[in-house]
Structure formats: structure tokens, C-alpha cells
């Protein structure tokens, strides 16, 4: 067979029989097949495809569908006419019948055929068999007609089976989606089975002793930060600010760094100066220390430290040294109402004073962050672990009724006098006599608030509510009215004394001694301050009656004005009296009472007989909303009838307007005082001092009181009218202007004092 292209039309006609042994080069092939069979073809001829797939013989024939290959992509060989296939079908058992006998076509007799070509030299065949020459030119005849005129469709051949056309290949199926998502959800659960099964197991058939392990392996990387809540502040009755909470820096270093440890010197000397602290104790508390078994990595160097302070240090970049936010309480008026505000620590909880007394109110509750930390050098939070914060709640603030401005000018005043007057110690009230509200509360010595540890423990206590004295003569303003009130002595009544009265086996004279005999008034006896008197007037009391109106003027026991750790006093009860009681106690000795129970009790005589417990809180206010909340209403009781308070009160007069009377010192111009002097002896730890506890406590204007001022000051030497007298004047006069109270309508009267 001669080689040609795969894309040469093979020639129509009979072809040589396939591979015999008989054929021979130049023989003709025969041209009439055997009995009911087709002739054999060769190789060569039988090639049914083109490079596109498509069938030689086309002209009205199909070929034939198989059934063995229905792939597009490669198509079947199909067998020429003149071919044997039938009998390689019959052969093979695929029928029985022979193949239906095909319809010749008819010759084109009006088509002229071309002239045959030249033949060209044949290479030399590959195999055995070579294509006849006449079936090539034949072939090469009939190429033109198909050209000129369309192909006449063959019939198709009547077989057994209709044979189909051939149909399109589905195209490649895709996976199934439906598939996957079965097996992921299949995975899914069976991951939260597995979790579940954990779970039961942990919580039921967990151990005792494992759950604790587990317990304390989270335990071990957990760790807590305090939220410090902001402190409230202490105001004034006009909302100005007497204490409140700032932003600071604290000061801390680590002992265990190299770097630190090289030059601990040297770095004390550059902090010590800014700090304010002495550079061996910087260099202390930088050293190396265990604290419960382990190196220490923190110490305080400071605390409430400035702004700009902790900025210098920063910028200086100390090795082991940092600073950190704190919060630092801040007094604006440095001294002022120091001895009433006290002070808080270093942790910012109150330590004296109402920031102590008061010191859950203002505080708060600090709020706390619990988060997981790693372990070594990962001891650092777990970014996505375990964390949970609660808030802190703001502290209240504390208005006070004390007044800013009053208070500056009492503490003044207060100051001159125990200075000029040498004074260990001493205090003054100020109390509004219609509401029983502490206006003032100055003691003196003064002290800043801010540096409380640079100054002596005793001088930064509060004397008007702890410290407490023999009240001396002006407890006798409590024995004057108890007597008029049991109607015991009439307001004009004449009482017969002497220069001395004794009491047991003690002998109680007059500072203004008068002959035996002598018949004075009441307001001359107030005047002159007679113990004489007195005691004549507490006899007709009796020890009961003495007691109970002393309880009733407030005595014995503490006011509850707010101050933490304040003093009751002390009365003498009737059945330890011994025979000298008789004579001390009305004078006022053997009893002990603070300064703010003196004015209290003063308080009832200026409120027309009625008691008012005096206070210091005026209102609490939220941290949170601002809400403000009063405080509660004082405690009131009556001592004495309104017009027995005031036959009192006006007595009391001839204290400051009797000539040679003892309280002169104490007068306001344009105002009426009543009042009494005191002196007495401080009381320290049960011992009475060598001191004078020297007392002035009065009420202005007289004839209608609006304030009650008691001033009391240690001194060596001196009674209450030149040394607190002159104080009280002061205080009065700044209290009554301020306040724009009208000067008295009236003068005081003229005193009847002897008879």
C-alpha cells in the first residue's frame, strides 16, 4: 500500500483484497465479489476517519452506529462500501441475516471527467500490498464533480436494528456539593460530641484532687490589678472645695535591676533633691531585699509626687527607676480647717479627721481587673484569655456646714491670741443658734493638712471635740438656770453671801471677795463670777437636780457633731459626791466637758431654752449621679422655758456692761453680749496640768441670738476675761458683719447688783 496523507480522500471503487498471499504487484483486483459476499479490503482502504473524524464515504450514506465507541473526541473506524464487514459481523455472531445489498449509483453521464493527471513515481511501498494505479486515477476523476454538484443522499440500509444517530457526549459531571456538606456536618458534630463528652467527663468524673489541680493551675495565672476609686471631696456650705483628690505620680524603684545596682548613690543623688527625701533613705529603699522569700522588684520611693516632678524624672531615664499615675489629696487652703478635715495615707484611705471618720463614704469601692498572664518571660497578659473587670464606684463628696471664709478669719483670730498669749493649746466654736450648725471649728496650733507627719501628733488634733477641761465659772450659767427654772430663785431676788463658803474640808472663796453679809443681785452675781453664790444656789438644787440639768445642758457625753473620736466629757455622779462636790461641782471642777458641749449648752440659752444638737454635715453628695442628700435633722430636747431663757440671757448681760464685771473684754460695738467667762484646768490623761484653761462663751445680739461663740486657750497665767474675752470680740464682730445681723435697737439695762 502506497503512503499518503491522513488527510487524502481515499478513492471509491473495489478495493484489492486485504493481505493475500495471492496478490501480486500490477494484478487487477477482482471486480465481482463472491456469492452473497462482499470482497475483502485492505488496511489501507478501510480507513474510515480524517483528522476532523468524519467518515470518507459521505455521500448519501451515514455511518453506522456500533454502539462500541461514543466518544466525540474519537470516532470509530467505519468500513468502505466493497468492504466484508457483514461477514466479520456474521462472523463474529452479531447476525444471521445478510446485509441488504446496496443500490448502485448511476454514472454521471453529463459531467465531462478531467483528464487523467500524469502518474507520478510511486515511492517504494511500505508493505506488501500497493493501491492499484487505476483506482487512484479514478478517484482523482470524480473529485471535481463534488465540487459542482451537491451530494445525493444515499438511502439509509434497512437493518434488523434502526441504526440511530449518533447523540452528543454529556459533558464530564462535576463533584458532588450535597456530598461535601454531609461529610462536614458529620465532622462538625462529631467535634461537639467529643467536646461535650469532655465536659460531662471534667465536671462528673473529674476527681476531687484533679478539679483542684485544674483550679489551682488557673489560679496560678491569674492575676488582679485594684481600679482605685476616685475619693470625694470635702466641701464647705457654699460648695467650696476644702479637700479633694488630684492627679499625681508615684515613685517606685526595682531593686533587682543590674544597671540600678551599679550606682545606687549615685541615683539617690539625683532623685534626692526632687523628691524631697533624704538621699540615705533613697539609698535604703533601693537596695536589695526578701520579702517572704523572694527578691523584692518593687519599692515605693514616693508617693502624691507633682507633675512636673515626675516629668524630670522621666526625662532623666534612671535605670530601675518609673513612675506611675497616683492620685495625691489635695487641701487648697493648706492650714485651713486642717485640725477638722485631717488627712489621708498613702493608700488614700482617711487616717484623722472626717477623712477618717467618714473615710467609707468618701472612699468608695475600688473596682478590680482579673486577667491570665503567662509564665517567665511571657509574664505579660494573654491576648484573648481570661479577663474580667469590675467598675469602681466613685466615692460621695461631703459638704460640711462649715463656712470658708469665717473659718479663715476665726483661725486668724485664734492664732494671734494663744501666739500672743503663749498658749499650749487651744480652740474656738462657732455655732448658729437657730439651726445648731458649726459655722467654725478652729484649733490652734495650725498645721498643713498636706505635710501632716512634719509636725507633733497632739498638735494636729481637733481641741474643741477632744480635749477636755474643767469648764470653771461658765458652767455656772447652767446652775443659774436650773434654779430659775425649778422656780428656786426669782429673777429679782437678793442673795445674802460672804467672802468664802466651805464644802466638806474645803474653804471656796470669791475672785472679787465680798464682807459677810453682803446682799447682791443675780446678774451681780453672774458680774462678778461668786462662787459663793453659786453654791448657795445649788444647795437649794441638791446633788439630783444638779446632775439632771447638767445632763440636760448637753454634758456627760459626746454631741455627735460628726468628728471622729470625740471626747464625752465627764460628770460626777451624785453618789460619789463627797462633801467638797458640793462646792466644786456647781463652780464647775470636778467635772470635764469639751469646748463644742459648752457651746451647745450655751445654744439652748440662745434658742430660747431648746437644745439643737450641733452638727457638721450639712449634705452628702453622689459620686456617681450628683444626687445630694440631706443630712439628718439634729436632735433637739427643752431645757428651760422660753422666758426663763431669756430672764437668763439677760442677766448674762451684766457679764459685759457691769463695771469691773468680768466679761468687758468681750463687748461688740453696737451689739448686746451675753455671756460668762471660765477658768478652769485642763485635763490630760486624768491629771489636771498647772495651766489656766481659760474660757469665754456668749451669744450675740443679746436680746435676739443669732451666734454662740466659745473660745478656750491654755495659757500659764490669766482667766477667760483677758485672755479669750478679747478673741471672742473679734470672732463676733467678723460673724455679725458678715452676715449683715442689724445692731441691737436697744442698749443693755442698768444693773441692780447690791442691795
Known sequence: MSPRADDET?????????????????????????????????????????????????????????????????????????????????????????????????????????????????????????????????????EPQRSREPERRRPEPRTREKTRRPVPAEPPKLASSSRRLRLGTVLALSLFVTIGVRLVVLQVATSPEEAASLLELRENRLTSVTLPAPRGRILDRNGNVLAHSVEARYVYADPENKKLQEDVAGTAAKLAPLLGVPHSELVEKMQRKQVMGQWSKFRYLDRGVDLP????????????????????????????????????????????????????????????????????????????????????????????????????????????????????????????????????????????????????????????????????????????????????????????????????????????????????????????????????????????????????????????????????????ETADWSGSSYGSVPIGHSVSATLIQMAAGYGAIANDGVYIQPHLIKATISGEDGTETPAAAPSTHRVLDTEVARELRLMMEAVTTVKDATGLAAQVPGYRVAGKTGTGKLLVNGQYTSNNASSFVGMAPAENPRYVIAVSMDVSSGGGGDVAAPAFSEMMSYVLLQNHVPPSGSEAPDFKIKE
Open 10 to 142: 481515499p478513492r471509491r471503487g473495489t478495493s484489492p483484497r486485504r493481505g493475500s498471499s495471492r496478490d501480486m504487484p500490477g494484478d487487477e483486483p477482482e471486480e465481482t465479489p463472491r456469492d452473497n459476499r462482499r470482497g475483502r479490503s485492505s488496511i489501507g482502504e478501510a480507513r474510515a476517519y480524517t483528522p476532523r473524524g468524519r467518515t470518507v464515504a459521505e455521500r448519501g450514506r451515514l455511518p453506522r452506529d456500533t454502539g462500541r465507541n461514543t466518544d466525540p473526541f474519537r470516532p470509530a473506524l467505519q468500513v468502505l462500501d466493497g468492504g466484508e464487514s457483514g461477514q466479520r459481523t456474521r462472523g463474529r455472531g452479531r447476525t444471521t441475516e445478510p446485509p441488504p445489498q446496496r443500490e448502485q449509483a448511476k454514472p454521471r453521464e453529463q459531467t465531462k471527467p478531467r483528464e487523467p493527471a500524469k502518474p507520478r513515481e510511486q515511492p517504494a511501498p511500505r508493505t506488501k500490498t500497493r493501491e492499484p494505479e487505476k483506482t487512484r486515477e479514478r478517484a482523482r476523476t470524480r
Open 309 to 572: 516632678i515626675a516629668d524630670r524624672i522621666d526625662a532623666l531615664k534612671l535605670p530601675g527607676i518609673y513612675t506611675h499615675s497616683d492620685e495625691r489629696r489635695d487641701v487648697p487652703g493648706g492650714d485651713l480647717a486642717s485640725n477638722l478635715i485631717g488627712f489621708t495615707g498613702e493608700e488614700g484611705r482617711g487616717l484623722e479627721g472626717l477623712e477618717a471618720r467618714y473615710d467609707d463614704l468618701l472612699h468608695g469601692a475600688d473596682g478590680k481587673r482579673v486577667f491570665e498572664i503567662g509564665t517567665g518571660k511571657l509574664n505579660k497578659p494573654i491576648p484573648g484569655g481570661f479577663q474580667q473587670d469590675v467598675e469602681a464606684r466613685p466615692g460621695s463628696s461631703l459638704q460640711l456646714t462649715i463656712d470658708q471664709d469665717l473659718q479663715f478669719q476665726v483661725q486668724r483670730v485664734l492664732d494671734a491670741a494663744g501666739k500672743k498669749k503663749n498658749a499650749r493649746v487651744g480652740g474656738a466654736v462657732v455655732l448658729d443658734a437657730r439651726t445648731g450648725e458649726v459655722l467654725a471649728q478652729a484649733s490652734y496650733p495650725l498645721y498643713n493638712a498636706a505635710k501632716p507627719n512634719a509636725v507633733d501628733p497632739i498638735e494636729r488634733i481637733d481641741m474643741p471635740s477632744s480635749v477636755v477641761t474643767d469648764p470653771g465659772s461658765s458652767h455656772k450659767a447652767f446652775i443659774f438656770g436650773a434654779a430659775l427654772q425649778e422656780g428656786l430663785v426669782k429673777p429679782d431676788e437678793v442673795i445674802a453671801i460672804g467672802p468664802a463658803i466651805k464644802k466638806g474640808d474645803t474653804l471656796f472663796k470669791d475672785t472679787h471677795p465680798q464682807d459677810k453679809g453682803t446682799r447682791m443681785t443675780l446678774p451681780g452675781l453672774l458680774a462678778f463670777s461668786s462662787n459663793v453664790g453659786t453654791i448657795l444656789l445649788a444647795d437649794r438644787l441638791g446633788p439630783d437636780k444638779v446632775y439632771e440639768y447638767q445632763q440636760k445642758f448637753g454634758l456627760g457625753k459626746a454631741t455627735g457633731e460628726g468628728m471622729p473620736a470625740e471626747a464625752d466629757g465627764d460628770l460626777l
